[in-house]
């Protein structure tokens, strides 16, 4: 064990005074990642990281005085998940990436730390181990049992029955038993809190069509029963996102009657919706808000922060009475203790970094916990504006625009987001606010396929790439210009994995148009992309119909391999090597081809993962960003 009591306020403190904005002070992971307080309110366990790497870390409730329990191999491993086990176990789920057939693919791996022996292990067996093909196995949390601390349901590929079946794991012995055979090749499981595996959901895939189905269990002594099948992308959404504590209704997320993805009440027996529990008119409800006992609690949506719905008033009560007291609407419970009195909350604003408060309700006390990045906290960033507008085809866009104080007529830089099917917010965002800080206003757009608005609005993206979802983008630069509040002359575009490919499309389609083009992560071959069968399934089918060859053919005409010629403007590409999401190729492909009659620099992250989440990619990126915007938009 180490403690880091005295190094956690040493960095605090040195590096909360700075008197000038440089790379290096944006360059780096939150401070603390998921932390999650013990059911009994006496410790925290967290995912804390150091310059040497993530680490899994605990420390008494609400102290600093972390003590490592796990260090991670720096650039390779990524902690997902932390989870108590009862208030004796933290359980890990760990990823790192692992190459197959030329490709590289994340493999989860499950760990246990007994906070009382202060041990830890990984949680797998000798009949797994002794397999060909364990390097390549994952292992998933199904639950964490909340009556039975020293056991957890566990999923992962069993031969017997060719596919993921689900284990009980004894914790102290690591021994597993199989409680949940796989005869319907299902994917995912989930279960209810006493330990019965409920559902199931499979995928299959007929004449480039997905279907999704749901299988259920209503009692524990019961055969799985299909519950719902849905091809994806046709008809209602229906997705299962908890079950009730009879387990004869389940806790829906769909689309039906509202064109929002809403929560709605399902009546297992006669298969049929029940009422309507929650819809916001706005946006659509993004998932079910659960405890660290594993019972859901309620759901969130997002308009500019996140908000929340709960099933019991008094829980809202108690995180609108908390927020309060931080005089801030944008206040979040993150963990509490079982019996509520003991509470993280993160209070998030858009300019200023995002800040973890404690409350100990039991002893009339509370106070700043840590910040998520310390060297950042005593700097004034400017505020992220909403705007909107009529597009060229006359549906509205949103998104944000951040402008730098005291500079007239900043240059631009349009940071499209990925996804294409997520969206962008309004929380403090360091990368932003650093461009910000450097004298440039940063243009995000929400363009039409963007998730959280609705069905509508995110399907008028679908088959859109390099079409209708990249014209918003050119027309939302073109309002901003229009305000008169940026630079007519200078602009830049900069993009991340989806945004990366509209950086690239725009290179060629409106090579005039920017002055510089950054893509990071980015895909120059769309028909390459498609056409390689780990990337099938719903994420493909919504970029073209796989079954026809002339619209997968059509591809070329949107993909900026193909298309070097016209590139004009400087051009600077990164990519990780361990890249599971967009295989580096599609970077470095771009720039073999361009390299000879181009300005273009390509620069390849040893080690780095699609979001260069190790604290050298970060510095790395900074680095060549900041050196290539000097040149080129200053």
């Known amino acids: 064990m180490m403690r880091l009591f005295?190094?956690?306020?040493?960095?605090?403190?040195?590096?909360?005074?700075?008197?000038?904005?440089?790379?290096?002070?944006?360059?780096?992971?939150?401070?603390?990642e998921q932390p999650q307080i013990s059911p009994d309110g006496t410790k925290i366990a967290v995912i804390y990281n150091t310059p040497e790497g993530p680490t899994v870390s605990v420390a008494p409730f609400p102290s600093l005085d972390f003590s490592i329990l796990a260090t991670l191999k720096l650039g390779r491993d990524r902690v997902d998940s932390v989870s108590w086990s009862g208030n004796r176990y933290i359980i890990i789920s760990a990823?790192?990436?692992?190459?197959?057939?030329?490709?590289?693919?994340?493999?989860?791996?499950?760990?246990?730390?007994?906070?009382?022996?202060?041990?830890g292990k990984e949680l797998t067996q000798r009949k797994f181990t002794q397999k060909s093909w364990y390097e390549y196995q994952t292992f998933n949390i199904v639950s964490i049992l909340k009556n039975d601390e020293e056991h957890i349901l566990v999923s992962t590929y069993d031969d017997m029955d060719r596919g993921y079946s689900v284990f009980k794991v004894n914790i102290p012995t690591g021994k597993y038993n199989k409680i949940q055979n796989n005869e319907h090749d299902i994917s995912y499981w989930s279960a209810d809190k006493?330990?019965?595996?409920?559902?199931?959901?499979?995928?299959?895939?007929?004449?480039?069509?997905?279907?999704?189905?749901?299988?259920?269990?209503?009692?524990?002594?019961?055969?799985?029963?299909?519950?719902?099948t849905r091809t994806l992308g046709k008809g209602v959404t229906f997705n299962v996102i908890g079950i009730t504590e009879a387990g004869d209704k389940a806790y829906i997320l769909s689309d039906r009657e509202t064109g929002k993805e809403s929560l709605w009440l399902f009546d297992i027996v006669s298969g049929e919706f029940e009422k309507l529990l929650y819809n916001n008119p706005d946006y659509d409800v993004g998932g079910g808000l659960v405890n660290s006992q594993g019972e859901i609690i309620g759901v969130y949506y997002s308009d500019d922060f996140s908000r929340k719905y709960y099933f019991d008033p008094k829980d809202s009560a108690q995180e609108t009475s908390l927020a309060q007291l931080l005089k801030s609407e944008h206040v979040s419970i993150v963990s509490r203790s079982e019996d509520k009195t003991k509470i993280l909350v993160i209070k998030q604003e858009d300019n200023h970094p995002s800040t973890y408060f404690y409350f100990d309700l039991a002893n009339k006390k509370g106070g700043l916990w840590i910040s998520e990045?310390?060297?950042?906290?005593?700097?004034?960033?400017?505020?992220?504006?909403?705007?909107?507008?009529?597009?060229s085809d006359g549906k509205t866009i949103s998104g944000y625009l951040t402008l730098p104080d005291e500079v007239q007529s900043p240059p631009l830089i349009v940071v499209p987001h990925g996804g294409p099917h997520s969206r962008d917010y309004k929380y403090f965002n360091p990368e932003l606010q650093y461009l910000v800080a450097n004298g440039y206003a940063v243009l995000q757009v929400n363009f039409r396929g963007s998730s959280g608005?609705?069905?509508?609005?995110?399907?008028?993206?679908?088959?859109?790439?390099?079409?209708?979802?990249?014209?918003?983008?050119?027309?939302?630069?073109?309002?901003?210009?229009?305000?008169?509040?940026?630079?007519?002359?200078?602009?830049?575009?900069?993009?991340?994995?989806?945004?990366?490919?509209?950086?690239?499309?725009?290179?060629?389609?409106?090579?005039?148009?920017?002055?510089?083009?950054?893509?990071?992560?980015?895909?120059?071959?769309?028909?390459?992309?498609?056409?390689?069968?780990?990337?099938?399934?719903?994420?493909?089918?919504?970029?073209?119909?796989?079954?026809?060859?002339?619209?997968?053919?059509?591809?070329?005409?949107?993909?900026?391999?193909?298309?070097?010629?016209?590139?004009?403007?400087?051009?600077?590409?990164?990519?990780?090597?361990?890249?599971?999401?967009?295989h580096y190729s599609q970077s470095e492909n771009l720039y073999d081809k361009?390299?000879?009659?181009?300005?273009?620099?390509?620069?390849?992250?040893?080690?780095?993962?699609?979001?260069?989440?190790?604290?050298?990619?970060?510095?790395?990126?900074?680095?060549?960003?900041?050196?290539?915007l000097d040149k080129y938009l200053h």
């Not at 994340?106 to 022996?117: G, I, M, N, W």
Request: negative net charge; hydrophobic residues 35%.
């Open 6 to 32: 005295a190094f956690c306020c040493a960095f605090i403190c040195l590096n909360c005074f700075a008197s000038e904005v440089n790379w290096h002070d944006f360059a780096q992971l939150p401070t603390v």
């Open 95 to 119: 990823s790192s990436p692992q190459w197959l057939d030329g490709e590289f693919f994340r493999v989860s791996r499950l760990y246990a730390f007994d906070v009382e022996k202060k041990e």
């Open 194 to 228: 006493q330990g019965v595996v409920r559902l199931g959901v499979a995928y299959d895939k007929k004449d480039e069509l997905i279907t999704r189905t749901i299988w259920y269990r209503d009692k524990a002594q019961n055969e799985l029963k299909k519950l719902y």
């Open 373 to 391: 990045y310390p060297s950042l906290t005593r700097i004034a960033f400017p505020h992220v504006q909403n705007y909107s507008f009529k597009a």
């Open 453 to 582: 608005f609705g069905s509508a609005f995110e399907n008028a993206g679908y088959f859109q790439w390099g079409k209708a979802m990249q014209q918003d983008v050119y027309d939302a630069m073109d309002w901003a210009i229009q305000t008169g509040k940026v630079s007519k002359n200078k602009a830049c575009i900069l993009g991340k994995s989806y945004g990366g490919y509209v950086a690239m499309t725009a290179s060629f389609q409106q090579p005039e148009r920017f002055d510089c083009i950054v893509s990071v992560a980015g895909i120059s071959d769309l028909e390459d992309m498609v056409l390689n069968e780990d990337y099938h399934g719903m994420y493909t089918g919504h970029i073209v119909n796989l079954s026809n060859p002339d619209e997968v053919k059509a591809l070329a005409q949107v993909s900026a391999i193909n298309y070097t010629d016209k590139i004009q403007s400087p051009m600077l590409l990164f990519h990780g090597t361990n890249d599971t999401r967009v």
């Open 594 to 628: 361009a390299k000879h009659r181009k300005d273009i620099e390509y620069v390849e992250i040893k080690n780095g993962t699609h979001f260069f989440d190790n604290p050298q990619s970060q510095q790395i990126y900074y680095k060549k960003l900041t050196d290539f």
